[in-house]
Every structure is written in structure tokens, then in C-alpha cells.
């Protein structure tokens, strides 16, 4: 009885000794993840030249297809 009450505990010492380094390892990838984040969008400012334009779009998710183009008339003007 002793025994086995003894190798609970030292069982819950393993797991939570194994919880804590699962997550110290977790809070360092999400440090690099952010380092990296942060590092290119420092880049993408220091890249950018006057009157420079950037255009970031979000796909819809629409069933539809967009394959029709739109037609702008153009009018020449004297």
C-alpha cells in the first residue's frame, strides 16, 4: 500500500515536471514566432519607397466564380 501511494506520487512529479517544460517550450516558440513577425514587418516598412503602393486583398470566400472581368468605357477628352 505504501509502495503503490509512493509511485502516484512520484508519477505526478514526473507529469508535472513534463507539463512544465511542454510549456517553457511553448512560451520559446511562441517568442520566436513573434521575433520572426516582427522582423519582417520592420522589412516590409524599411522596403518601402515613396509614393510606393502595396495592395493587400482577403479572398472571399464566395461560391461564385470571378471570372468575368469588369468593362470600363473610356472617353478620350479634346
Known amino acids: 500500500m505504501f509502495i503503490r501511494n509512493l509511485l502516484l ?23 520566436q514566432r513573434d521575433a520572426i513577425l516582427n522582423q519582417t514587418k520592420e522589412a516590409e516598412k524599411a522596403s518601402r519607397q515613396e509614393g510606393e503602393i502595396h495592395i ?14 469588369t468593362y470600363i468605357d ?3 477628352v479634346d
Open 56 to 69: 493587400k486583398s482577403k479572398k472571399s470566400s464566395s461560391s461564385k466564380d470571378m471570372d468575368e472581368g
Open 74 to 76: 473610356y472617353e478620350e
Open 9 to 31: 506520487v512520484f508519477v505526478a512529479y514526473l507529469l508535472i515536471q513534463f507539463i512544465g517544460k511542454v510549456w517553457k517550450f511553448r512560451k520559446v516558440i511562441l517568442q
